[in-house]
Nanobody, 121 residues
Framework: VQLQASGGGLVQAGGSLRLSCAASGRTFSSSAVGWFRQTPGKEREFVAAITWIGTYYADSAKGRFTASRDNAKNTVYLQMNSLKPEDTAVYFC?????????????????WGQGTLVTVSS
């Protein structure tokens, strides 16, 4: 399974970006797909996830970010609105193979390469 994250870029505070995570090699319509982000010197942190049950968000993302999926395209999206400078990070998508807590980074088996989001003030 390969995941390809894209959609990052430079945006002003208050702006929006939509990240995409396209999967190949396996359909993951029934898998949990999560978004994580990482800044230099910090651990990778949970941002959002989508499962067949629903969506889950970190407190920092609630009300601003929306995870969605297009099963026909085997792609998951993260719509990010009202971006803040503190959202600046490399964003990664990841998929689970065997289930587990969507908040636990160790429950994810497949990872994309990351896409950089930079929010200027």
């Amino acid at each position: 399974v390969q995941l390809q994250a894209s959609g990052g870029g430079l945006v002003q505070a208050g702006g929006s970006l939509r990240l995409s995570c396209a999967a190949s090699g396996r359909t993951f319509s029934s898998s949990a797909v999560g978004w994580f982000r990482q800044t230099p010197g910090k651990e990778r942190e949970f941002v959002a996830a989508i499962t067949w049950i629903g969506t889950y968000y970190a407190d920092s993302a609630k009300g601003r970010f929306t995870a969605s999926r297009d099963n026909a395209k085997n792609t998951v999206y993260l719509q990010m609105n009202s971006l803040k400078p503190e959202d600046t990070a490399v964003y990664f998508c990841a998929a689970q193979r065997d289930g587990g807590s969507v908040y636990n980074i160790r429950m994810y088996n497949y990872w994309g390469q990351g896409t950089l989001v930079t929010v200027s003030s």
